[in-house]
């Protein structure tokens, strides 16, 4: 299995909603990330999970909530979400741990709209 | 068909033609250096990566350049095909940090 994938592909949720993005790669690789990708524009970067653990933050509001259950999987949990955080919500992984310099490959992405 | 930089956001380049897309880097400490191609609706696609110790790195069909002096990063791909039509995002990263930072992306467009 050499790819990253992501649940749901389309998601579209109230303001009061609280809802999850889940993440999952089988490639053994040891950090995953979550990025945020507005229209005509590029990622941005939320967070970074390196051997199950948060490393990187990036001053991201505390309605999104990551998750890291083990060393595949990689959840989002949303909850009391703005319409500006509608976007497309990108997953991707690298082999080693954070420092180590990797490529990161990505997964198709959740489109998310708040309403 | 060439884009001088970050100042033209589409590349209209003839289907057969080689297409040069360019990117302004901003980070003179910047280790390592990836070009992904994003199609519509779906998430970026690794095509191929640089070290900073490199000028040229070669792949199936496409070429990176590596100008470290200006700052300069390109992707040449050859004989352009439809399939081409995306958008490209170069993007560097820092050992130190591990932050993955993205370019403002090119629009790539092949006509017939």
């Known amino acids: 299995d050499t790819e990253v994938t992501q649940t749901p592909k389309h998601l579209v949720m109230g303001m009061t909603n609280k809802k999850s993005l889940k993440c999952e790669q089988h490639?053994?690789?040891?950090?995953m990330y979550w990025y945020k990708q507005k229209a005509k524009k590029p990622p941005e970067l939320m967070f970074v999970?390196?051997?199950?653990?948060?490393?990187i933050n990036e001053s991201v509001p505390s309605r999104f909530s990551p998750e890291c259950p083990n060393s595949s999987l990689l959840n989002l949990h949303l909850h009391a979400l703005q319409p500006e955080d509608s976007a497309l919500y990108l997953c991707?992984?690298?082999?080693?741990?954070?420092?180590?310099?990797?490529?990161?490959?990505f997964g198709p992405g959740t489109r998310l709209t708040v309403l | 068909g060439e884009n001088v930089g970050l100042h033209l956001p589409t590349l209209s380049v003839q289907e057969g033609d080689n297409s040069i897309i360019n990117c302004a880097y901003s980070?003179?400490?910047?280790?390592?250096f990836i070009w992904y191609k994003q199609e519509s609706g779906k998430g970026p696609q690794f095509i191929i990566d640089?070290?900073?110790?490199?000028d040229k790195r070669q792949g199936q069909r496409v070429t990176v350049l590596l100008n470290k002096t200006v700052k300069h990063l390109s992707l040449q791909i050859a004989a352009t095909q439809p399939g081409d039509s995306a958008v490209y995002f170069c993007?560097?990263?820092?050992?130190?940090?591990?932050?993955?930072?993205f370019g403002t992306g090119t629009r790539l467009q092949v006509f017939p």
């Open positions: 991707a992984s690298s082999p080693g741990g954070l420092g180590a310099g990797d490529t990161q490959y």
């Open positions: 490639m053994g690789h040891r950090a």
């Open positions: 999970y390196s051997y199950e653990k948060l490393s």
């Open positions: 980070n003179s400490a910047s280790d390592y």
């Open positions: 640089i070290r900073s110790n490199m």
């Open positions: 993007a560097e990263l820092s050992y130190n940090t591990d932050k993955l930072i």
